[in-house]
């Protein structure tokens, strides 16, 4: 089973494009790059309950990447909020490679995926058995181990290169700090499941929209605490007002 080509071709052509113009969006999309790869390659070597499902899943979560950063690029007031704050970070130099990198995550991760997944699960939701569900359920959890196995790449390919000290740290703390990273992406993707559960068990679109808005700003917080309270961090216009 072959996954859509487009969404690699897609990145790669921004990732060349980034990079000839040292524009550090490139961290974050490096790195998605290398978990969709990985991701592709579970899917290909079968290690998923469904794994026309998870391919449907990697390919519309990817489009919801996409969609946004075309609005961050006509208009940053239009794209989601937590995307401004990434991506206002990523021209910030005195934000870290890897401050920027786990912006981008949390942002696509938190508020992306959890959009995601509702859009595939609303459908199919109620005539889903408990097993079936669980069974879902389990296909996201394995994403999560694919995705262990590609940090230790990321820190080498991605991090070192922009941020050398990622190099010491590495030596000193041996395979600690990539299960430190995999566990903080692994908690945030249990995080996603949770309010995807709690999302489709709301019928009122009013509801469901606050609740949205409630999982948009604990991302944006997330995102504030990644950059460490840093003041001049461009904040979406706005945003204190949704605090």
């Known amino acids: 089973m072959k996954s859509d080509t487009r969404v690699i071709s897609q990145m790669q052509l921004l990732i060349q494009q980034w990079e000839q113009t040292a524009d550090d969006k490139v961290l974050f999309l490096r790195c998605y790059l290398m978990m969709t790869n990985n991701v592709i390659t579970a ?90 569900r669980t069974s879902r359920y389990a296909d996201h959890c394995r994403i999560n181990e694919v995705i262990g196995r590609t940090v230790d790449t990321v820190q080498d390919q991605v991090l070192e290169p922009a941020m050398p000290i990622m190099d010491i740290i590495d030596k000193l703390l041996g395979h600690i700090d990539e299960l430190l990273l995999s566990r903080l992406i692994a908690h945030w993707r249990d995080t996603v499941w949770h309010n995807v559960s709690r999302l489709l068990e709301l019928s009122g679109t009013q509801e469901q929209a606050q609740l949205i808005l409630q999982i948009e700003q604990a991302a944006l917080r997330t995102n504030e605490i990644i950059c460490l309270g840093d003041d001049d961090v461009s904040l979406p216009r706005g945003l204190e007002t949704n605090q």
């Open 43 to 132: 899917i290909n070597q079968q290690e998923f309950n469904d794994p026309t499902w998870v391919n449907e899943v990697l390919d519309h979560f990817a489009d919801y990447y996409f969609v946004a950063l075309q609005k961050y690029e006509r208009d940053p007031a239009s794209a989601p909020k937590v995307w401004q704050l990434a991506h206002n970070a990523a021209r910030d130099p005195k934000i870290t490679p890897l401050q920027k990198m786990l912006m981008g995550i949390n942002a696509h991760v938190s508020y992306d995926l959890v959009l995601n997944l509702v859009d595939l699960l609303r459908p199919e939701w109620n005539n889903l058995s408990e097993e079936q």
